[in-house]
């Protein structure tokens, strides 16, 4: 074995002594088992609502996984993997959250499945609602979500306002409440 190999065995050797010791180290000075993973949540994406505006991007929408943020005529929106438009309903109930929406307004409005695959929404503000028949889905800010069956293409807005009472939802899992432009 020739000196270059070596050296790289011993780099190799040093780089996995200090990640086994990096991964039985607690943070607090102190080792011990390594702690279970946490859970993976993806990074948020460089967005206005990570920054704390709602004002639109510029350019493309920012999508990520099954739920994300897209520019729109409402400003700055929260939108399923394809795009389209997510939008709370007013007869549900937050803090705890609570669905509303059985039957024929589940088929008109479906919920949106539960995910923590989200991009551009503070993961704080994503969490779940239990269905009557068991699902999970997907609550922004404790209001529970859904996609309009009339919105056929990424960036259709046509549920806003519906009937008064069906808002599109911004990152920050505020509805809102101005017809589209």
Not at 33 to 48: E, I
Not at 87 to 100: F, G, I, L, V
């Amino acid at each position: 074995m020739n000196t270059r190999v070596r050296a790289g065995h011993l780099v190799a050797a040093v780089i996995a002594v200090v990640g086994l010791a990096t991964a039985c180290s607690s943070g607090d000075g102190t080792t011990g088992a390594a702690s279970a993973p946490a859970a993976k949540v993806p990074a948020p994406t460089a967005s206005p609502a990570v920054s704390g505006s709602d004002t639109p991007a510029a350019g493309e929408p920012v999508v990520g996984g099954p739920v994300g943020t897209s520019t729109s005529p409402l400003g700055l929106i929260v939108v399923d993997g394809t795009g389209r438009t997510v939008y709370a309903y007013d007869k549900d109930k937050t803090h705890p959250a609570t669905s509303d929406c059985y039957d024929q307004c589940a088929v008109d409005w479906p919920p949106v499945p539960a995910t923590t695959d989200v991009a551009g929404i503070d993961s704080g503000l994503v969490g779940s609602v239990a269905r009557k028949d068991g699902s999970k889905q997907l609550t922004i800010d404790d209001h529970p979500v859904y996609l309009f069956a009339g919105d056929k293409a990424a960036g259709d807005v046509k549920g806003q306002l519906s009937e008064g009472t069906w808002h599109a939802i911004t990152p920050k899992g505020k509805e809102i409440t101005k017809k589209a432009g």
